[in-house]
């Protein structure tokens, strides 16, 4: 009898093991959600906002580190001319662009 009383007490502690064990699990999925995929959740949000708020006249900087003025926007590209000659206009996707300046703050500022 005293044997059945110490393997039930075994399995218990066992059990409490595997509990604290997939608690761990559960925290260390939370902490890299919260380190890794909602910055990144939010930094898509914020790139989403900043290209639908981008006008004809807005300058951009592309990707590649181009810097050039928006002539024209369809839904997922834009047109975009480069250099103070206005003959380079290329097309590209509305996602390549990394940063937007209004226009009418970077006529003052030349």
């Known amino acids: 009898m005293g044997d059945?009383?110490?393997t039930t007490a075994g399995a218990a502690s066992g059990f409490g093991?595997?509990?604290?064990?997939?608690?761990y699990i559960i925290a260390i999925i939370g902490f890299f959600y919260f380190?890794?995929?909602?910055?990144?959740?939010?930094?898509?949000?914020?790139?989403?906002?900043?290209?639908?708020a981008m006008e004809v006249g807005d300058y951009v900087v592309t990707t590649s580190g181009f810097y050039g003025m928006v002539i024209d926007i369809s839904d997922d590209m834009i047109i975009v001319e480069f250099g103070s000659n206005k003959n380079c206009r290329i097309p590209m996707r509305k996602s390549a662009v990394t940063e937007i300046?209004?226009?009418?703050?970077?006529?003052?500022?030349?």
């Not at 300046?101 to 030349?110: D, L, P, R, T, V």
């Open 101 to 110: 300046e209004k226009g009418s703050s970077a006529s003052q500022s030349e």
């Open 35 to 52: 380190i890794s995929v909602r910055p990144q959740k939010k930094e898509q949000e914020r790139h989403k906002a900043m290209i639908d």
């Open 4 to 6: 059945i009383l110490l």
């Open 17 to 23: 093991g595997i509990g604290v064990m997939v608690l």
